[in-house]
């Protein structure tokens, strides 16, 4: 009775080690790939803010290399990223009583094309947008632009981290 008890113990947490390591904690699955290509996006928006490409950029390459696994490689990546900022507008929100406005919103949209070698089915071209409102008597320079761009930049990454490896 000592035995089938002791190897029924040792058989459920076999089972629960096991089934514990397909889990990852950041939600991301990439399957069998091993290698990430992210392309540099040119930015194409009409309004353009020069820093912004290499930010962006740089920021979805780190996210990636944070929480997978995979290598980041300049060519021929199982996953591969690509596209340009589309948009980068600045439109007012509320008014004021003497029809001024009081608040700005800053935009930002990026078109993005993802490719998965291994499942094709997986492959999509999605625009992906957000925003950050900011005073309307403050201008769009320095801290304020930061922290606009920061806001605007992380959940922009996060979406398409979601949309591509996460499933969500």
Request: aromatic share 10%; with cysteine.
């Amino acid at each position: 009775m000592k035995k089938i008890l002791y190897i029924s113990f040792l058989s459920l947490a076999s089972l629960l080690i096991i089934s514990c390591g397909a889990y990852s904690f950041t939600g991301g699955n990439t399957g069998d790939a091993k290698t990430i290509q992210i392309d540099f996006f040119p930015n194409q928006a009409p309004l353009v803010e020069p820093a912004l490409t290499q930010r962006f950029t740089n920021d979805l390459q780190d996210l990636f290399t944070r929480q997978t696994n995979l290598t980041l490689t300049n060519s021929n990546g199982d996953l591969h990223f690509s596209g340009e900022i589309t948009d980068f507008r600045v439109t007012p929100m509320s008014g004021t009583s003497d029809q001024t406005a009081a608040q700005n919103r800053l935009t930002v949209s990026i078109n993005v094309r993802f490719a998965n070698k291994l499942i094709e089915k997986d492959n999509f071209e999605k625009t992906f947008s957000f925003y950050s409102d900011y005073d309307a008597n403050a201008q769009l320079t320095g801290a304020v632009l930061e922290n606009a761009l920061d806001e605007i930049v992380e959940r922009i990454t996060q979406d398409i981290f979601n949309a591509s490896v996460a499933k969500w």
